[in-house]
């Protein structure tokens, strides 16, 4: 008999964290969902209860950290037992705009990184051995285009906190897993009105992501060509590798 499995997904009000939570419902899972829009929370709530898993649900601003550390120790109190936390709210600038305020960058942060400190903190305690802690990185923090600074730097972020946090968790047997995706259809590239190489299906790229969790992956770049791409330009001649980003970067600013 399988022992009953307890997720918890930030983002699980569209996208990724909506159609993850669907693939991983069974009899034996119960969710803890997390995001700002309640009525898309219940319409997956009542979603994944047809499954015959089970689901709570909590509406937060990931931007507002007092409220997230504040939720965070509710929840720990709640929950003694949480298998695997799913940090996977985030959001973009729009890939066009030249420059970024400082309050656009602090808002970004707070939601993309921080936030995943805040909540994870309290939690830490309620995951048990052989659990995971899994952030959702993305491509865009291999390689920084001049229209998302911003977005780039809290993915590469999240890189570098994921790798220290494996390590802390090595004596606990907390596994961490970091998924580095390209672009997948959601409402988040939905925004994008440039052409995006490699797009994949939400379905395929959950299946994906799943098979890396279950695996424990360590860092998981996909797809697979895209990921290629972007290490084998890294490793070009600055002039090249200038040139090349030059020309990306103009054609996006002109379809934008
Ligand atoms: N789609 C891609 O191509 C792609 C590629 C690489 C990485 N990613 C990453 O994947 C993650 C999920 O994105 P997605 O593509 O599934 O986009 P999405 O459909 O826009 O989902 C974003 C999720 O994050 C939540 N969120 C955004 N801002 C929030 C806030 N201030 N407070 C609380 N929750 C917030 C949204 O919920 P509410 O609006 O209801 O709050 C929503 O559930 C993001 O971290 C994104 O950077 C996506």
Same mark, same amino acid.
């Given at each position: 008999?399988?022992?009953?499995?307890?997720?918890?997904?930030?983002?699980?009000?569209?996208?990724?964290?909506?159609?993850?939570?669907?693939?991983?419902?069974?009899?034996?899972?119960?969710?803890?969902?997390?995001?700002?829009?309640?009525?898309?929370?219940?319409?997956?709530?009542?979603?994944?209860?047809?499954?015959?898993?089970?689901?709570?649900?909590?509406?937060?601003?990931?931007?507002?950290?007092?409220?997230?550390?504040?939720?965070?120790?509710?929840?720990?109190?709640?929950?003694?037992?949480?298998?695997?936390?799913?940090?996977?709210?985030?959001?973009?600038?729009?890939?066009?705009?030249?420059?970024?305020?400082?309050?656009?960058?602090?808002?970004?942060?707070?939601?993309?990184?921080?936030?995943?400190?805040?909540?994870?903190?309290?939690?830490?305690?309620?995951?048990?051995?052989?659990?995971?802690?899994? !952030?959702?990185?993305?491509?865009?923090? =291999?390689?920084?285009? #001049?229209? %998302? @600074?911003?977005?780039?730097?809290? *993915? $590469?972020?999240?890189?570098?906190?994921?790798?220290?946090?494996?390590?802390?968790?090595?004596?606990?047997?907390?596994?961490?897993?970091?998924?580095?995706?390209?672009?997948?259809?959601?409402?988040?590239?939905?925004?994008?009105?440039?052409?995006?190489?490699?797009?994949?299906?939400?379905?395929?790229?959950?299946?994906?992501?799943?098979?890396?969790?279950?695996?424990?992956?360590?860092?998981?770049?996909?797809?697979?060509? !895209?990921?290629?791409?972007?290490?084998? =330009?890294?490793?070009? #001649?600055? %002039? @090249?590798?200038?040139?090349?980003? *030059? $020309?990306?970067?103009?054609?996006?600013?002109?379809?934008?």
């Amino acid at each position: 008999l399988n022992a009953k499995q307890t997720y918890l997904i930030t983002g699980a009000s569209s996208g990724i964290g909506y159609a993850y939570a669907l693939q991983r419902a069974s009899k034996n899972t119960h969710f803890i969902l997390l995001a700002r829009r309640q009525a898309r929370l219940e319409n997956l709530q009542q979603q994944l209860l047809e499954q015959g898993s089970s689901a709570d649900i909590f509406t937060i601003d990931m931007s507002n950290l007092e409220s997230v550390e504040a939720l965070a120790k509710k929840l720990a109190q709640q929950y003694t037992n949480i298998n695997e936390l799913f940090l996977n709210a985030g959001m973009s600038l729009g890939h066009g705009k030249m420059e970024t305020s400082t309050q656009d960058f602090n808002y970004l942060f707070r939601v993309n990184f921080l936030s995943n400190h805040t909540l994870l903190t309290p939690l830490l305690k309620s995951i048990p051995e052989h659990g995971s802690v899994v !952030f959702i990185s993305s491509l865009a923090s =291999l390689i920084t285009m #001049p229209s %998302s @600074i911003a977005y780039s730097s809290s *993915k $590469r972020a999240i890189n570098a906190y994921a790798e220290g946090l494996r390590y802390s968790l090595l004596d606990k047997k907390i596994d961490v897993v970091n998924i580095l995706p390209g672009f997948i259809t959601t409402e988040l590239t939905d925004k994008n009105d440039f052409s995006m190489p490699f797009l994949l299906p939400i379905d395929k790229a959950i299946k994906r992501i799943i098979k890396a969790v279950d695996t424990k992956a360590e860092n998981y770049l996909f797809p697979k060509r !895209f990921a290629l791409l972007i290490i084998l =330009l890294n490793w070009l #001649p600055r %002039s @090249i590798r200038n040139w090349y980003i *030059k $020309r990306v970067y103009q054609k996006r600013v002109t379809q934008t």
